[in-house]
């Protein structure tokens, strides 16, 4: 079940609103006539693991997120001495440098 309701009554409900919250329901707290925020429990669901469409959602109109997204990266991926590959095509707009060797300086 979903409930919503406007800033002046949520302020008077606050308790009733944040035990539905626990419960699991749906709550959200509306300005104006629209949804403005959304009350969770503290260890609900939506806190335990974020969703790739929270982590990328504003990304999306640049295409489809490769499931692989998330994963970790080997750690000796970067101890490699192999040159870093695939900046070719920003390489041609000039936006990318071709890669050069470290020297510390010291």
């Known amino acids: 079940m979903k409930t919503v309701m406007n800033v002046a ?7 009733e609103l944040i035990e539905r ?22 260890d609900g669901p939506d806190l335990a ?31 490699s001495e192999q040159a870093i590959t695939g900046f070719e095509p920003a390489k041609q707009m000039g936006v990318a440098e071709a890669s050069k060797p470290f020297t510390p300086k010291g």
């Open 9 to 15: 009554e949520a302020k008077a409900k606050l308790s």
């Open 21 to 42: 919250a626990e419960r699991g329901e749906a709550v959200f707290i509306a300005r104006k006539g629209k949804e403005a925020v959304r009350l969770i429990s503290a």
């Open 49 to 79: 693991k974020p969703s790739r469409a929270n982590l990328f959602g504003r990304l999306a109109h640049l295409g489809p997120i490769p499931e692989d997204a998330l994963e970790p990266e080997p750690l000796d991926a970067w101890f």
